[in-house]
């Protein structure tokens, strides 16, 4: 088992790709062995007393710290959020731990944590603990956050986060277009300046799937779609399933600077970054009724059908391009673009 992992850690063990789930898989998962780690999903689904509760933790290291639209405050509370509520959950508490370098200036600290009270409270979470560490200079890179977050979750929702409920048929839904986190990440980075600004699309979607669930009980899956994108979500969805997933290119909604800029670059919007985006199968009854909700949300206008679950190839996700040809989506095997969350 070692051997496959290699000998030292890469980028590409934090890609959210290949990887990073031979790490996951052979390694965390190998000795923290239990059923509840075991499925993998966003939040851990626990029960105390009777309560079901959804757990999770993340940790943001992005640079640079500030970006177009947003910084490593806000994205801190929007990736916490949204990890609860695609499992299902209304998130409710979590925790803030800062790593901070020696020397980090106290204005950017300030406006950084300022984001942070902003957000939670936008999206109804209250930040309730939280721990400081200061290390020397050159012993990190300004500033890295963890988190910890909590929400109660339905026993009817439970099975949103492993898909458990998916049929042959089912619709593939996106609130949004994708790739913009990454290329605002990537424009920041490379200093380069456009005519139309490139910003993130990171948000809190708590609000938006809360109307969503009030609406229907027809939700098979959800799933943000952060690292590794888009078509690392899909492609986790059908490993070792007997369903395939079948996309249609033409759906997929990219915005036209986020295009060009994968083009310069020669990266694919698919498997760039996304900090506001959820992946969200539905019952192919309810998907014109969660269509039309989610439009009426500005975090949703732009949302499209994008496939659907197919009895073809199971296990794979497949592309139907735009010229009509048909390509297999695989997961990301190295890494794209690193600290991008
Ligand atoms: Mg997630």
Known sequence: MRNQLGKTISLGHGSGGKLSHELTGNLFVRYFNNEILAPQTDSAIVKVNRENLAFTTDSFVVDPLFFPGGDIGK????????????????????????????????????????????????????????????????????????????????????????????????????????????????????????????????????????????????IRFMRDATRGGLATVLCELAADKSFGIELDEVGIPVKEGVKGMCEIFGFDPLY??????????????????????LR??????NCSVIGEIVEDHPGQVVLKTEIGGKRIVDMLAGEQLPRIC
Request: charged share 25%.
């Open 75 to 218: 994205l801190a509370v929007c990736g916490t959020v949204n990890d609860l509520a695609v499992s299902g959950a209304i998130p409710l508490f979590m925790s803030a731990s800062f790593i901070i370098e020696e020397g980090f200036g106290m204005d950017q600290l300030e406006t950084i944590v300022k984001s942070m009270a902003e957000e939670s409270r936008m999206a109804g979470i209250k930040i309730v603990a939280g721990d400081t560490k200061v290390v020397d200079h050159g012993q990190c890179d300004k500033l890295f956050i963890n988190t910890t977050g909590i929400g109660v979750i339905d026993p009817e929702r439970i099975h949103i986060s492993t898909g458990a409920n998916i049929r042959y048929g089912d619709k593939i839904i996106v609130n949004g277009t994708v790739g913009d986190h990454g290329v605002a990440i990537l424009s920041a980075r490379e200093s380069l300046s456009f005519e139309s600004k490139l910003e993130t699309d990171c948000a809190c979607l708590n609000h938006l799937i809360a109307d969503v669930l009030k609406k229907t009980d027809k």
């Open 296 to 301: 009426k949300d500005p975090i949703g206008k």
């Open 272 to 293: 760039m970054a996304n900090e506001g985006k959820a992946v969200i199968v539905v019952a192919v009854e309810a998907a014109g009724d969660v269509v039309s909700l």
